[in-house]
């Protein structure tokens, strides 16, 4: 059983972390003949209260930062919300440390943001959204790669915003479970970016 983790802060964007959490619980329910298997994709923020998103979705969490089991892959969304965790030591420094017993660190748009300041993604190679690469790249702690829907670089995988990171989720099963399989989640959840849009045809 692979066991993935999503961090949750308040205003945290929505799609960021529920795109890939579709993925992750489709992956799983396929390797598993249909069932979900209870706690194998959870999720975790600093305190025991519901998490207000940006849009305004509210989210109960599975476990606190302080109750959370270890898992394979751990995920950090982005959205407005990563502008007061960049400043939140509590936070930054639980990263750091799950990092050394986590297989993959992974983000979502400005979630690179939290893996840099937490010396997670310090030095390496990143993606985020369009809007932050700029702000991102002054901070000189990660190299920002653009044009890329997502960087893997050592054990740290990052994407672009929002739906991109479907597309990185989809290449970590891939990664973890083989082609065939992401091909199989990818056809469940009936991803199908291309053509990218047609509203005016």
């Known amino acids: 059983m692979t066991t993935y983790a999503v961090v949750l802060f308040d205003n945290a964007e929505e799609l960021d972390f529920v795109g890939p959490w579709e993925v992750f619980t489709v992956s799983e329910m396929i390797r598993n003949a249909g069932t979900l298997p209870p706690g194998n994709v959870i999720t975790i923020a600093e305190a025991a209260r519901s998490v207000r998103c940006n849009k305004g979705l509210r989210v109960e969490v599975d476990h606190t930062l302080d109750s959370a089991p270890g898992c394979d892959v751990l995920l950090v969304p982005g959205g407005m919300g990563t502008r007061v965790e960049a400043e939140n030591p509590v936070l930054l420094g639980w990263l750091a440390k799950r990092a050394a017993t986590t297989t993959w660190m992974t983000s979502v748009c400005t979630g ?36 890329a829907r997502w960087v893997r670089d050592g054990q740290v995988v990052t994407s672009q915003g929002v739906s991109a990171g479907i597309d990185m989720a989809l290449w970590l099963v891939g990664e973890l479970h083989g082609a065939d399989h992401a091909r199989s989640v990818q056809r469940y959840i009936q991803y199908d970016p291309a053509p990218p849009y047609q509203a005016d045809v």
């Open 112 to 147: 690179s943001y939290l893996l840099a300041k937490s010396g997670v993604a310090a030095g390496k190679r990143v993606a985020t959204h369009w809007s932050f690469e700029d702000q991102l790249e002054k901070t000189e702690l990660v190299t920002v790669v653009r044009n």
